[in-house]
């Protein structure tokens, strides 16, 4: 009965060391695939850098890529409609003024206030 018992105490530290094996083998399985992949890795940054570098001494210009000159458009443009806003404000407070005098002509006996206004609606109303 005792070497039944030592049998059986066997097997189960036979299971649990076979078991123990098993997952060292994966262990150094994963280990060794994470090695090579870092060093894969390691390769490619160099390779990346390596052609960072020869465009940086093709003679390109930092400022010549693909999205610097879009931005550089972008920028041209955004410009052009700040001036245009800048503009266009000014011609509005041109406006306002020309109605203000027009108003005050009207009430001191100059043009008639209504006769301006109606040709001013029915210019606006073209546009």
């Not at 695939?33 to 160099?46: E, G, K």
């Not at 245009?84 to 003024?97: H, P, R, W």
Request: some cysteine.
């Amino acid at each position: 009965m005792v070497e039944g018992m030592e049998r059986e105490r066997g097997g189960d530290i036979g299971g649990v060391d076979a078991e123990r094996e098993r997952v060292y083998r994966t262990a150094e399985r994963c280990s060794t695939r994470l090695t090579s992949m870092s060093h894969d890795l390691t390769s490619m940054i160099d390779e990346i850098n390596d052609a960072g570098k020869r465009l940086n001494k093709s003679g390109k210009a930092a400022g010549d890529d693909p999205l610097s000159q879009i931005v550089r458009v972008l920028n041209g443009h955004l410009a052009q409609l700040q001036m245009i806003d800048t503009g266009a404000a000014a011609l509005q407070q041109k406006v306002t003024s020309a109605q203000k005098e027009v108003r005050s002509l009207g009430r001191n006996g100059g043009l008639g206030g209504d006769s301006v206004d109606d040709f001013y609606r029915s210019y606006l109303g073209r546009r």
